[in-house]
């Protein structure tokens, strides 16, 4: 390494494999300034020695659910400065995408995928320079996630033209004239596209705007 010694805090449950990485990175270079078992004790290190990266498990105690992750969103909104590598035995898509938007010094490996040491440092050094580093089949899990959770895609192409002029903030009267079609026909559209994104009519919510909303994120 050609900018000093970096300094690294880990966090993951599993003594052994929080040890066995220790080692490795100390052999690389690195100083590994801290050691935690849980997502409280991190947050109390990385606040203690501002890390240049943290390395993180996403589950961990007392639920080993998302507390590592819960942990990270902590990290880089008071430390930006600090690189997060999430390290899990466990593809997180949903949960993990707001921190990956991010796009910078952020990476999500998968334990079992981490097959070389100079794959894994080279990944470490990405992402203290500022780069993102995301593990292909999560890149594949998202892909996949986002296909099966379109709600547009079952829409026709016609609806999709009403969703679209929906969001413009066109009343059905607007979208008769635009399509040239009756306001009827419209109702019609609108019907149909609320039972097919299952949108059902509620005291609280207007299925129009939560139909507009999930138009507007899947584009």
């Known amino acids: 390494m050609d900018e000093g010694q970096r300094r690294v805090v880990l966090a993951d449950d599993d003594v052994l494999l929080r040890e066995g990485l220790a080692s490795l990175l100390e052999r690389s270079g690195y100083e590994v300034v801290g050691q935690a078992g849980d997502a409280e004790e991190l947050l109390v290190l990385v606040r203690e020695h501002r890390p240049d990266l943290a390395i993180v498990d996403i589950r961990m105690p007392p639920t080993h659910t998302t507390e590592g992750l819960d942990a990270a969103r902590v990290i880089r909104e008071e430390f930006p400065e600090t690189g997060v590598l999430m390290l899990s035995a466990h593809v997180e898509v949903d949960q993990a995408m707001e921190l990956l938007a991010a796009g910078h010094r952020v990476g999500y490996l998968l334990k079992s995928r981490v097959t070389g040491v100079a794959d894994f440092i080279d990944t470490l050094e990405r992402i203290a320079h500022g780069g993102s580093v995301v593990d292909p089949s999560l890149v594949a899990e998202l892909i996949a996630a986002r296909r099966r959770h379109d709600p547009l895609e079952l829409l026709t192409q016609r609806e999709r033209e009403v969703l679209a002029l929906?969001?413009?903030?066109?009343?059905?009267?607007?979208?008769?004239?635009?399509?040239?079609?009756?306001?009827?026909?419209?109702?019609?559209?609108?019907?149909?596209?609320m039972a097919r994104m299952q949108l059902p009519e509620t005291e609280d919510d207007h299925r129009r705007v939560l139909a507009v909303i999930a138009f507007l994120e899947a584009r």
């Open 166 to 193: 929906m969001a413009e903030g066109r009343s059905n009267a607007g979208i008769a004239h635009k399509l040239w079609i009756t306001e009827g026909t419209v109702e019609k559209h609108v019907r149909s596209i």
